[in-house]
């Protein structure tokens, strides 16, 4: 037995989700399907990041275990031939089996991007929000600095979620605006809580519009409420862009 990694990519616009569901489409799902048509074993993937229905990456990791001979850098052009051309496997290769995508320490890397103007480009309209309020990036900029750190952000989380621990690491957080008029807003941490990315982007839309102070941003984190921070943005301007791990693998 072996165990091999996949980077994989895909549009997330057509899918319920990376994680399986017994009534949706999903990418977990139809990763499973084509590996076990492939290597005729019943094969199920282990992902490191259960993104939400509408968001994208460029580097999602997964592994799974399996007896078949195929040399592992093989696996992704086989495979690819296999998916639709809306989720593409970039890479291939062994690692050793005690390495786990959500187990093993990472760091993972999102961004939200925003059309910001008055017309929106139909040619992004599936991995970026339009919003056509001015936004104030430096003001943006000045509030997303004070989530780098180790903080509680249970004011950044989903109500919705069962987790207890809602202490997470921000290591860069910032906010740009291209000559295109697209505003990225790009996040690094080394884990992350379910919506925190999107209502993180939410948070800081709200302050590019005046909503809310770029101060108040420290205050929002001390009051672990998730009704003082902003809303959620949209899913389909969220992209994960890389998961990076240490050494080993």
Excluded at 115 to 126: E, G, Y
Excluded at 162 to 188: F, G, M, N, P, Q
Excluded at 199 to 218: D, F, N, R
Aim: hydrophobic share 35%.
């Amino acid at each position: 037995m072996r165990r091999i990694k996949l980077v994989v990519a895909y549009d997330g616009t057509n899918y319920c989700g990376w994680q399986l569901q017994p009534n949706g489409v999903t990418i977990e799902g139809m990763l499973n399907n084509a590996l076990s048509e492939l290597l005729r074993e019943d094969i199920q993937v282990i992902g490191a990041s259960r993104t939400d229905a509408g968001v994208h990456s460029l580097g999602n990791v997964a592994v799974f275990d399996t007896a078949a001979r195929i040399p592992p850098e093989k696996i992704c052009y086989a495979l690819n031939q296999r998916l639709p051309e809306d989720i593409v496997v970039q890479s291939s290769s062994e690692v050793p089996f005690d390495f786990h995508p959500r187990r093993c320490y990472s760091e993972k890397t999102y961004e939200y991007r925003i059309l910001n103007r008055k017309i929106p480009d139909p040619t992004i309209r599936h991995n970026t929000y339009f919003y056509y309020r001015h936004l104030d990036v430096e003001k943006m900029q000045q509030a997303a600095g004070d989530l780098v750190g180790r903080h509680d952000f249970k004011s950044f989380c989903s109500a919705r979620t069962s987790v207890e621990d809602t202490v997470r690491e921000i290591l860069l957080c910032t906010v740009e605006r291209s000559a295109k008029d697209i505003v990225t807003i790009r996040v690094t941490g080394t884990g992350f809580l379910y919506n925190m990315v999107r209502i993180i982007a939410g948070t800081l839309i709200s302050v590019g519009v005046g909503e809310i102070k770029p101060e108040a941003l420290s205050e929002i984190l001390v009051k672990r409420d998730r009704s003082a921070a902003g809303p959620t943005a949209p899913a389909k301007g969220l992209t994960m862009q890389e998961i990076k791990y240490g050494k080993s693998t």
